[in-house]
């Protein structure tokens, strides 16, 4: 019976058969009555109910505590706020939040807008902040493959790594330049003279200068042209020298300004008569064996950006004098003798050749290209073993680069690790190569998917291999990376990545026979629609049996465990089919290259499968051809 619009107020008066807590009923014309309660507990606080159960409610609540909530018609919260300022929408399975419309375009969309969304500052992907992004790791990788962060064991938590940026900060020691040199050691120069007469009548007017040269010696016999730079070149062969000093009236000091080369014995010195006439001085040479005759440049070395200086490691030689000239690409192209020097030795006191002890300066440190190794290590939970996957495999880094290794997100696993290391040109380790910064999430959640795995390690010649990567079973999954990774130097492979959806292309109206696992059929069996190689389920895409007999009337499925089903109970089995639908087909993925196939999300359906395909064609099959596979998401729910 209907009645009129109402309010009821019942306050706590402490009288028999009234309520401890007062409330407010409202009453429409429908009899249908809203409560307002005061609340019980000690927080004190507004409670709405409806019919059935608790609509809302306003509570002076501590932090975890909501203190405003609104509920479904089943008292689900919808909306809850704390008095923390953290707000949350739709906390539970099956409910959808929306903006800007009054449906819903697809019922497992979580969160629907229309009219455009702006969000500043909190969103991930490239040019973006991402501010839950909670750690970050610095380091200088050795050349060898070691973790350089391994994630706490702490279960039920997810890693998402955004970031791996890898720097080139190499620095080398270029190839230095090589040279030998000729000796003669039956060969020299003047080093002096002895004064065997002072002369007479010498005074100041006849001391000379190296630029008034008044002491000469013989020629030598020296036939040929000397290395560039070399005296010879300009035909001086003879000594040089000058009087340095008179003293009553004779000479008592000579200079030789250059030794000459080429003498074997020691040449006749002549001096200049003295100028105001007297007697002629005369002395004799002292000559020096072991002559330079020729330098040889015998590697030309790189990263040469001035001259370097060139010596020979000499227990008794003198006055040598080697110059270098140096390309633009930072190479020696010549060596210039330009003072043989004296006293140099084949076979010096230490036992040495001083032939072959000739130095030249190194060049100074270069930058150079370096290469880099990334590789996942997974730890699955419940076994010991792990699984390792290459996401970079010997990747160039020019000099003076820098490369993000990753274009999306991926995700690990508690107790996964990263491993990074520096390579040269030749794939080997190489310290002080590379500097690494890594950022990564955590997340309280396993709703995100990571895994890693390897196609074709033991596969021989010309063989192809598939496996099935990931099956949404329960949920759709959200799709956000998946990178190949061809570390191999054998050659190039071809991959496909494909998703194979279930679908029902017939059902069969059946009834159990006494064993569970065979099944009759009234009508009789099409078996151009029903074979042995058909799948077939009950309800669930997942929960798949082949079929491993087929009569006229009857099938029989093959299944570890039976059906719980009793004889004569009437059960409709779906015949299933698939669609197969390829992200990608013959991708040639180049060796030692990786691949991000993923530039945007993709969405892998209930009941669907990623599946990887690999072409192996090395060059020896007795050669591990390996393709790297490492694949990230999040299920929805």
Excluded: W
């Excluded at 309520?19 to 507990?41: M, R």
């Excluded at 902040?129 to 200088?140: M, Y």
């Excluded at 076994?383 to 003076?400: Q, S």
């Amino acid at each position: 019976m209907s009645q009129f619009n109402n309010i009821k107020i019942t306050p706590n008066i402490g009288a028999t058969g009234v309520g401890t807590n007062p409330k407010i009923e409202f009453t429409g014309a429908g009899n249908s009555t809203i409560t307002l309660q005061v609340s019980s507990a000690s927080t004190g606080g507004l409670l709405f109910y409806g019919a059935n159960g608790e609509m809302l409610s306003l509570v002076d609540a501590p932090e975890t505590s909501p203190s405003f909530s609104v509920n479904d018609r089943y008292s689900i919260p919808i909306i809850e706020a704390y008095p923390s300022g953290n707000v949350f929408l739709s906390s539970y399975p099956g409910y959808q939040v929306g903006i800007g419309t009054t449906g819903f375009s697809q019922s497992n969309y979580k969160f629907e807008v229309y009219g455009g969304l702006k969000v500043d500052d909190i969103s991930s992907g490239s040019g973006k902040f991402n501010a839950n992004i909670s750690r970050s790791i610095a380091a200088s990788p050795t050349g060898v493959l070691t973790p350089i962060v391994t994630l706490p064991s702490t279960a039920n938590k997810r890693y998402i790594v955004h970031s791996i940026n890898v720097a080139n900060t190499a620095r080398r020691q270029p190839t230095g330049a090589g040279a030998t040199v000729a000796i003669n050691s039956l060969a020299g120069a003047v080093t002096s003279v002895n004064i065997t007469s002072a002369g007479t009548g010498y005074d100041v007017a006849d001391i000379g200068s190296p630029t008034n040269l008044n002491v000469s010696f013989a020629t030598t016999s020296f036939i040929g042209v000397g290395t560039v730079g070399d005296p010879a070149y300009a035909g001086i062969t003879s000594a040089l020298g000058y009087v340095t000093a008179v003293s009553g009236g004779g000479v008592t000091g000579i200079a030789v300004t250059y030794g000459g080369f080429g003498y074997t014995s020691a040449p006749v010195v002549t001096f200049r008569a003295p100028t105001a006439g007297g007697s002629t001085a005369t002395g004799t040479a002292v000559l020096t064996l072991g002559e330079v005759t020729a330098a040889y440049l015998n590697v030309s070395g790189e990263g040469y950006t001035t001259p370097p200086s060139v010596s020979i490691a000499s227990t008794s030689g003198i006055g040598v004098s080697i110059t270098a000239d140096v390309d633009s690409d930072g190479k020696i192209i010549r060596l210039n003798l330009l003072n043989r020097g004296y006293g140099y030795s084949k076979l010096n006191q230490y036992g040495n050749s001083e032939e072959n002890e000739v130095y030249i300066s190194q060049p100074g440190l270069a930058k150079t290209e370096v290469g880099v190794d990334v590789m996942y290590r997974r730890a699955p939970v419940g076994t010991a073993n792990t699984i390792d996957a290459y996401i970079a495999f010997d990747v160039p880094i020019p000099v003076g680069s820098v490369v993000e290794i990753l274009k999306q997100p991926s995700v690990l696993y508690p107790s996964d690790s990263i491993h990074i290391r520096g390579v040269d040109v030749y794939g080997s380790g190489l310290s002080n190569a590379v500097d690494v910064h890594i950022s990564l999430e955590e997340e309280n959640t396993t709703a995100f998917v990571g895994l890693s795995t390897a196609l074709g390690s033991t596969i021989g010649l010309g063989t192809n291999v598939s496996t099935t990567l990931l099956s949404a079973t329960t949920n759709p999954i959200l799709l956000q990376s998946l990178r190949l990774t061809n570390t191999e130097f054998v050659g190039d492979y071809d991959t496909s990545v494909r998703i194979v959806s279930d679908r029902t292309i017939a059902s069969l109206a059946s009834t159990a026979a006494a064993s569970a696992t065979t099944f009759f059929v009234a009508g009789g069996i099409n078996s151009t629609v029903v074979t042995t190689n058909s799948i077939v389920s009950i309800g669930t895409f997942i929960d798949r049996s082949p079929i491993t007999a087929i009569g006229s009337t009857s099938f029989t499925i093959s299944k570890t465990t039976p059906l719980s089903i009793a004889a004569g109970t009437g059960v409709t089995f779906f015949v299933l089919g698939y669609d197969s639908v390829y992200f990608a087909r013959n991708l040639m993925i180049p060796s030692y290259a990786s691949v991000e196939l993923f530039d945007n999300p993709k969405r892998l359906e209930r009941y669907s499968s990623l599946v990887v395909e690999c072409d192996v064609v090395g060059i020896d099959a007795n050669i591990a051809s390996t393709i790297d596979v490492d694949l990230s998401g999040k299920i929805i729910y």
